[in-house]
Nanobody
Framework: QVRLVESGGGVVQPGGSLRLSCAASGEISSDKPMGWYRQPPGKERELVGTISGAELTNYAPSVKGRFTISREKGGNTIYLQMNNVKPDDTAVYYC???????????WGHGTQVTISS
């Protein structure tokens, strides 16, 4: 039984920083990446980035160089460190993971990030 819970969202000024967490419980696949996605107001959900294994990451061009994904050592929590945020970063942020036994992709319910002056 897999459960994902995002946290850390809030309101931050442009240029500021924010750290999101995604706590995963249950058995998570070690062969599939975990990911961060976001959905801006009125737009489709889009990829932010992924982390495979302990440290292999990739990022969407819109966040590369500003955001960093990491994984807690010895655990199933991943983080999204958001630096130098911009108004276009305003969105609901979601994480996902693949169940080890089911192969099904699970999603959290999201956390709101608002960039406002």
């Amino acid at each position: 039984q897999v459960r994902l819970v995002e946290s850390g969202g809030g309101v931050v000024q442009p240029g500021g920083s924010l750290r999101l967490s995604c706590a995963a419980s249950g058995e998570i696949s070690s062969d599939k990446p975990m990911g961060w996605y976001r959905q801006p107001p009125g737009k489709e959900r889009e990829l932010v980035g992924t982390i495979s294994g302990a440290e292999l990451t990739n990022y969407a061009p819109s966040v590369k160089g500003r955001f960093t994904i990491s994984r807690e050592k010895g655990g199933n929590t991943i983080y999204l460190q958001m630096n130098n945020v911009k108004p276009d970063d305003t969105a609901v942020y979601y994480c996902n993971a693949v169940g080890q036994w089911s192969g099904f992709t699970y999603w959290g319910h999201g956390t709101q990030v608002t960039i406002s002056s």
